[in-house]
Antibody, heavy 125, light 107 residues
Framework: EVQLLESGGGLVQPGGSLRLSCAAS????????MSWVRQAPGKGLEWVSA????????HYADSVKGRFTISRDNSKKTLYLQMNSLRVEDTARYYC??????????????????WGQGTLVTVSS | EVVLTQSPATLSLSPGERATLSCRAS??????LAWYQQKPGQAPRLLIY???NRATGIPARFSGSGSGTDFTLTISSLEPEDFALYYC?????????FGGGTKVEIK
């Protein structure tokens, strides 16, 4: 059974930093692209960042580019999101999500199944 | 960026009825569109990807269609567990984007 367990959320002041982790199990982690998606309280879904299975292909939403860094440690089957210069508007539940698979061209689909239960990040003074 | 507009915002239906949800893209996403279901307090769940492919374990009452800029998620006969929020998402271009969601509520 695929499991994704996020951790590292919490309360942080504006300008502060947090590092989120997502421990994966139940699948061959190195094959699958992974993403972080967030959801502000009572709001819709916003994609944050994606990383390929090898870690060589990385993309960010404009809203976090230059402040957040996605990475993965395939030996530990863990996905990370380093969040710096946090803003009030970064307050959200952050989900890690596993890609559906690989397309015929070898790239991730960038659709996700399943998702973890999320970790809550609150940025407030 | 590709803006996805979902309609209606809320759909009020009874169990057993057919639900038709729409997702319109600001530019063509060819067929690179997915649908997710989210229930209160839960993570989203993938229903459909690349317009019409059902994800693992998704019942056949869920189907997707469309291409280019106009897409539809159809639930042929609503079950009690289908009342939830539904989001569309495109992977045609970066940044990846979601629609604002359609809430399917019990009438």
């Amino acid at each position: 059974e695929v499991q994704l367990l996020e951790s590292g959320g919490g309360l942080v002041q504006p300008g502060g930093s947090l590092r989120l982790s997502c421990a994966a199990s139940g699948f061959t982690f190195t094959i699958y692209g992974m993403s972080w998606v967030r959801q502000a309280p009572g709001k819709g879904l916003e994609w944050v960042s994606a990383i390929s299975g090898s870690g060589t292909d990385i993309h960010y939403a404009d809203s976090v580019k230059g402040r957040f860094t996605i990475s993965r440690d395939n030996s530990k089957k863990t996905l990370y999101l380093q969040m710096n210069s946090l803003r009030v508007e970064d307050t959200a539940r952050y989900y890690c999500a596993k890609d559906v698979g690989l397309r015929d061209d070898g790239y991730p689909y960038n659709f996700w199944d399943p998702w973890g239960q999320g970790t809550l990040v609150t940025v407030s003074s | 960026e590709v803006v996805l507009t979902q309609s209606p915002a809320t759909l009020s239906l009874s169990p057993g009825e057919r639900a038709t949800l729409s997702c319109r893209a600001s530019q063509s996403v060819t067929r690179y569109l997915a649908w997710y279901q989210q229930k209160p307090g839960q993570a989203p769940r993938l229903l459909i990807y690349d317009t019409s492919n059902r994800a693992t374990g998704i019942p056949a009452r869920f189907s997707g269609s469309g291409s280019g800029t106009d897409f539809t998620l159809t639930i042929s006969s609503l079950e009690p567990e289908d009342f939830a929020l539904y989001y569309c998402q495109q992977r045609s271009d970066w940044p990846l984007t979601f629609g604002g969601g359609t809430k399917v509520e019990i009438k």
